[in-house]
């Protein structure tokens, strides 16, 4: 079975299998663009959106919106349309789409295409359920993305990421050099990357960081009604003896653990449940969630409005 | 706390309380138009619909659609629409939407408005566990209908369904008169309800009836992986050993059990369970289950589509 | 159909619907009796209480148990057993354990009769969901408990729960006079009901009343992750965006609403919910959850341990 | 991070890290003791059992059991126990229960120690979703197993398997030698596994074959509600518009698909879902309901009965 290559070098072939398994139905995915649109709500914007993309040839084959409000609420839309009977460039058609239609709404708005893979760098520290989700389904052509590089504190999970051709970096993260550390990994990302997945890296990010990457960091982290405050929070959780435990997965930005959600799951337990199982039922949770949150960011499925998100999921 | 009136009488006025907790968001239903529409797909078709409602004045809040194809498939489209904006009258609006969009497109389509909310017969048999919960919604203002009448074989849920102020009807089915009391069913409801809704009604309907209700027939049954054919299924299940258990709402065809499926849903079992109980709790999933088909149906999210459905959910 | 009659007189007969229905298994209830045990763990409880049983001619037809840790831990224990086949007078064998078994263990137990339904009240104030659903199953003899009385702050509910055939009390709860009317509502409740539910009661009960009925009530609230503390949740959870929420049943300690949880589930949402809809789904599932848990602890399927619960659910 | 060692030097060390995340709890691993038995159910039979262990200082760390009728029933019992206080050795511990418990109540029994994880073959055709996760976890420490092999009709997976240091075996089934392939499999298989599971094994096992490992092999194979025979049920599904598509794992019997089914689950689905992605979200099903069942097999927690299983599930 042919295997999508992965890292930089990741336009390789997409093998027979993988399209026929796909959730994404990639066998358009060479002509599919997708436009989402974040404007003040006011009547005639699908009018005028669709029957633009409808002059111009494209063929609209998905379409979500969503209004915050009906009155002086936000606006919210998502399409897909193929490119094939275009009348013009794609470079024309965002110029054009820019002044005629855009502007007049104050759209906040980009378009984007599912030949070009985004690029995803993956950050983790020690535990490797999430990274070998990422990684496994990046092979198998499940998500469409390439994976030019990982980067840890620890040099723990090596061998399991090179196997897969992905470049490895460690960077130790201590006290009295963290800023340093933070600069180096911002340098290697910079411009390398368009996400930024941390799949249970440890370290608090600095807001240098965060604040060069906006949107564009994925977290995942435990969540538990009711919250646990402090350290060791499946053990506080067993001690209250918790029915459900589960997974948040959010955009970072400088409020900890505060940033925009993009999915949630919970999983059922009893008293049966040893502190350690609650840990180990928790990190499948958070594999699950965290897969559906990068595979909706990587569809362009995810709209951040303020603290929230619109996700137009099937 | 002021209630919706049941019965014919159902123009009554909602209370402050029901429309706070309406699912439905109530608000806006006096003023909420609902378009579905069903055609060949081709480019062009929201562009079209949206430019005629924008330029008549309607306001649209809602869109969804689905196509079968993007090759020769069916285009779908659901709209809700507010009114008050509107240049002209309903009457006239339709009109000229017949006339300018629909005929070129070739469309199936229908126009409602929520303020219309649907007359809604149930037929039961002795299990009230779905007739219930029907009653009780629609009493609280959660489902958009009125109940003219209810009509089973047996008179056991008389003061019951009569406690409700709704009308009563008893009508035997036994095999000689069976033509005829399904001819006196018929004139009953013909003409006085929109959707009959089937709550544990155990009689097979005759080919006549279903003729003349089509598409406003919606069953419940139980459901089974693997399937399990005659008498006792729940019994059949429980000497199967299996762990799920579950309910399927469809649409009534003249094929027993395999009209258009609306919605699905199962609960988890063990071998812990009697067959009685199997029963039991297969009893609540057919009650949630016919609970949600019908919410979908009143709020004029189903379009059937040959032998399937397109259900546009929120 | 003939029902269980509700109230005060609730030895009425369960008709043969009803117990063919039920989830309980209710056709050897007049003689399963039931027996709870906490104590510290050591080897050979379970060998000391079967045998114990056995030689006494009780039947075990059911067994239970939880160790919170093999080395010096507490042991739980729930045992089901018949009857009918015993050597001796109940009183006797109770008895007869106390002395011979319980001593030397140093259990915490209590044994109970399914024949013994026990005695529910029902506190509430407006909203009428989880009432309804207690009311109605208690009806349907899916709820081995009568009810002796609803107990509200508010004369709304009224009606609706006279027509059961139960009486309802109205204490308004006004801050000059909140002693008072704890203590009046304490005084109807006190050697009437073994188990009081708060189906959305909106009032704090008194640190007095709340002692005076130790693990003997039972709340339900929503919950969320994460968790929102002040007025309004639901707008709170609306404005952050969550994917999910839920509601977490518990029974009442001086600590406002961290007792001991029974039950927690939750429901998927989206950003195409309202605050209002939120908050209308969480409803429904406050019912089901706050269902589960009252089921579970008139089955004597709970015993707290400290401030959790162990549950022996099926 | 150590690993644990796969293929047949399955006896490496486990790390820290693997116990700390098991939900297996290993920590008590080396002298957990697992007793599975099945006979006529009477009364005593706890006690006897129970005390027979007590006083030969077995230590019962968890009991389950079922009785599948109060009357003229069968019973079913599995316990754990920890064998560090015992007062003979193990063999002679058999021995005597063989003798002094099991003869007098006909019971058939099994006891097994946790440090003998038990050795599993896996068989696969081309679709690694099954294959990959069960190698995964077992690398984990997740699955207490040791995989000495991994058969296959093909060589697509070779590389994949390889990879872990595991034995693969490519073995082409076609018509005119199918029974000598089933031989040399057999050969290959018979003594040095106690578990084969099918991870999308797609071709159909001879007679032969399977009654040479009864109860030792186990399946997985998608479910629908209702059921979709013959060709590319996938497509079936989708052409019926269910809302639900779900996974059978089973015991493989003479009747294809027909054994005592083990664990089942579902997946929600819509009519935005096309035929590839409902293969594959099936796919995703399948992986996870196939892990629970083998999980549980190797744990020990699965008693068949006759077409049916009793599983004591935490």
């Known amino acids: 079975m042919n295997r999508v290559m992965l890292g930089q070098s990741g336009e390789g072939n997409i093998s027979a299998d993988s399209i026929q398994n796909s959730p994404q139905g990639l066998d358009n995915a060479?002509?599919?663009?997708?436009?989402?649109?974040?404007?003040?709500d006011q009547p005639g914007i699908i009018?005028?959106?669709?029957?633009?993309?409808?002059?111009?040839?494209?063929n609209i084959t998905d379409l979500d919106q969503h209004s915050s409000d009906t009155q002086g609420g936000k606006f919210f839309l998502r399409l897909e349309f193929q490119t094939p009977g275009l009348d013009c460039s794609l470079e024309a058609l965002e110029k054009n789409f820019a002044a005629r239609v855009a502007k007049g709404y104050q759209m906040d708005w980009r378009l984007s295409y599912a030949r070009d893979k985004k690029r995803m760098a993956i950050m983790v520290s020690r535990h490797d359920h999430g990274l070998m989700e990422l990684l496994w389904r990046t092979m198998r052509g499940d998500l469409p993305a390439v994976i030019p590089m990982?980067?840890?504190?620890?040099?723990?999970?090596?061998?399991?990421?090179?196997?897969f051709g992905i470049a490895y970096h460690c960077v130790p993260v201590v006290a009295e050099t963290k800023e340093q550390a933070y600069a180096q990994m911002a340098d290697l990302l910079d411009g390398q990357v368009d996400i930024i997945v941390l799949a249970r890296y440890m370290q608090i990010l600095s807001p240098t960081f965060v604040q060069r990457f906006p949107q564009q960091i994925i977290n995942i982290h435990h969540s538990f009604l009711p919250a646990f405050v402090g350290a060791d929070p499946y053990r506080q959780a067993w001690e209250r003896g918790v029915k459900l435990i589960g997974a948040t997965s959010h955009y970072v930005t400088d409020e900890l653990d505060q940033g925009p959600i993009i999915e949630q799951n919970v999983h059922r337990v009893s008293h049966r449940h040893s502190a350690a199982e609650l840990k180990a039922l928790g990190q499948d949770v958070e594999r699950n969630v965290l897969l559906r949150a990068v595979t909706?960011?990587?569809?362009?499925?995810v709209i951040v409005d303020g603290n929230k998100t619109v996700v137009f999921v099937k």
Not at 30 to 40: E, F, S, V
Not at 48 to 58: D, E, K, P, R, W
Not at 150 to 163: A, C, F, G, P, T
Not at 296 to 301: A, M, Q, S, T, V
């Open 30 to 40: 060479a002509t599919t663009a997708r436009l989402l649109i974040t404007c003040p």
């Open 47 to 58: 009018s005028a959106v669709s029957t633009f993309l409808y002059h111009h040839g494209a």
């Open 150 to 163: 990982v980067i840890s504190n620890h040099e723990d999970l090596r061998s399991e990421v090179e196997r």
């Open 296 to 301: 909706w960011h990587l569809e362009d499925r």
